[in-house]
């Protein structure tokens, strides 16, 4: 799988030239990340999309071109340029709906790159290609083995927030791409189950306890104690007390004015506005 079909090579061409002009202007590069305030309130959701193209660096570019040079063409070959660019368009709105899902109180997340989109070729190329080994050279791993520790990896990242990657894009973006060409090639549930498993079983698990025990999220850790606080608990906790102080303050004006706020409730209100 190493050379690209006509649709990845456009896909890896239009990345480079977005990810370029982002590396030069910084408003460019802000206009067109995905980030939650200009999403959920400003409803600019052309950010889902845009945000795939955007890359923070070359380091980052380099890293996902080269997971995208390994799987793009096999999966073109196999499904075709149709199915191909669908299976990426819907990896790549996938891993950014899951962010925006876990992310959705969090107005100044920002985040881009194309890792969701890759991760949903990578998954679709493991149901694909039945006894497929991934690894480096000297170091393979079966593709059932893989797709588990990937997945356990992406659960990892997501409940502890160590790291500035993605992890929630991944694992959604590999995970759409996964069910889409199982859509499209349902004879894949037969033939390759073993991999289908080893990615379904784990990522059904970690939905089952966020539904469960969503505040293990900010924790990092589903078991702990319910009066354990992470930095995050006490971040939400301040910011959730800072806005319902300014409401009372805004709710007094709309009642006396103004004039009717003293000096320290008129500094409050300023810092509060900030």
Request: proline share 3%.
């Amino acid at each position: 799988m190493t050379e690209f079909g006509i649709i990845g090579l456009l896909i890896l061409v239009a990345t480079f030239l977005v990810s370029y002009k982002g590396f030069k202007s910084p408003e460019y590069f802000n206009q067109y990340a995905f980030r939650i305030k200009d999403i959920r309130y400003g409803r600019q959701y052309y950010r889902l999309l845009t945000s795939g193209l955007l890359h923070t660096g070359w380091v980052h570019l380099l890293l996902n071109f080269l997971t995208f040079y390994y799987f793009s063409s096999g999966v073109e070959m196999m499904v075709g340029f149709g199915n191909y660019f669908i299976i990426y368009l819907a990896s790549l709105i996938g891993g950014s709906l899951v962010s925006l899902a876990l992310h959705w109180n969090e107005d100044d997340y920002t985040a881009v790159g194309a890792s969701g989109a890759i991760s949903g070729l990578v998954f679709a190329g493991l149901a694909l290609f039945p006894g497929m080994e991934v690894g480096w050279p000297g170091l393979y791993v079966p593709g059932w083995l893989y797709g588990m520790l990937y997945v356990v990896y992406c659960a990892y990242g997501i409940t502890t927030r160590r790291d500035n990657i993605g992890h929630d894009a991944h694992l959604g973006g590999g995970l759409m791409g996964l069910l889409t060409v199982i859509i499209m090639r349902p004879e894949l549930l037969k033939i390759n189950y073993l991999v289908i498993a080893a990615i379904l079983v784990p990522t059904v698990a970690f939905a089952y306890l966020l539904i469960k025990k969503p505040e293990g999220l900010l924790r990092g850790n589903f078991f702990s104690s319910p009066d354990y606080q992470t930095l995050d608990d006490r971040y939400q906790a301040q910011k959730r007390q800072q806005e319902a102080d300014l409401d009372e303050l805004l709710d007094k004006i709309s009642r006396k004015g103004l004039d009717s706020l003293s000096a320290r409730e008129k500094k409050e209100l300023e810092k509060l506005s900030r």
